[in-house]
């Protein structure tokens, strides 16, 4: 079910696309902000309602004007990944125009535990980047 790969090869891959996400993100102070503080959920909201839940919350928020423009972008961002060939789960998507919440009401148990599992990692390095390469406002900066 899960393409055979090295662990540090998938780990390594996931890591870099999640840097190439925040990083598209990171000029836009606006949407960047939000990204970041979203990106610092998810994982939480996962476990606290589900993964289905925490997708259909955010296709929802994506209409908000506010937020919308940041939440849009980390539904992209995981949808992207998952789709993506270095993905160890892209098997999920059978039509190359299947949206992220139509897959995971097809999914069976073991299959959506997967996802959930990837979802979560992946989203680890969202927030780890986010952190690391979006600047607070209100903090002071450390470089010279």
């Known amino acids: 079910m899960i393409k055979n790969e090295s662990i540090g090869t998938v ?6 696309f999640a840097y190439r996400c925040v990083k598209k993100v990171k000029d836009d102070p606006e949407v960047a902000k939000k990204y970041k503080a979203y990106s610092r959920r998810i994982m939480a909201m996962v476990r606290v309602n589900g993964l ?4 259909a919350f955010i296709k929802v928020s ?4 506010v937020d919308g423009r940041a939440y849009n972008q980390l539904y992209a961002d995981m ?3 998952l789709k993506c060939d270095e993905c160890p789960v892209s098997f999920v998507y059978k039509k190359e125009k299947e949206e992220l919440i139509d897959v995971l009401l097809s999914l069976n ?3 959506y535990r997967i996802i959930t599992k990837e979802i979560m990692e992946f989203a ?3 927030r780890r980047f986010a ?3 979006i600047k607070d406002d ?7």
Do not use: F, H, V
Not at 11 to 16: F, P, S, T, V
Not at 62 to 65: D, E, H, V
Not at 138 to 144: I, L
């Open 109 to 111: 148990s073991n299959e």
């Open 62 to 65: 994506i209409s908000n004007k």
């Open 138 to 144: 209100n903090k002071p900066s450390s470089e010279n």
């Open 124 to 126: 680890n390095w969202l």
């Open 79 to 81: 949808e992207n990944w």
């Open 131 to 133: 952190e690391g390469m």
């Open 11 to 16: 780990a390594n891959q996931r890591a870099e």
């Open 52 to 55: 289905l839940a925490t997708i």
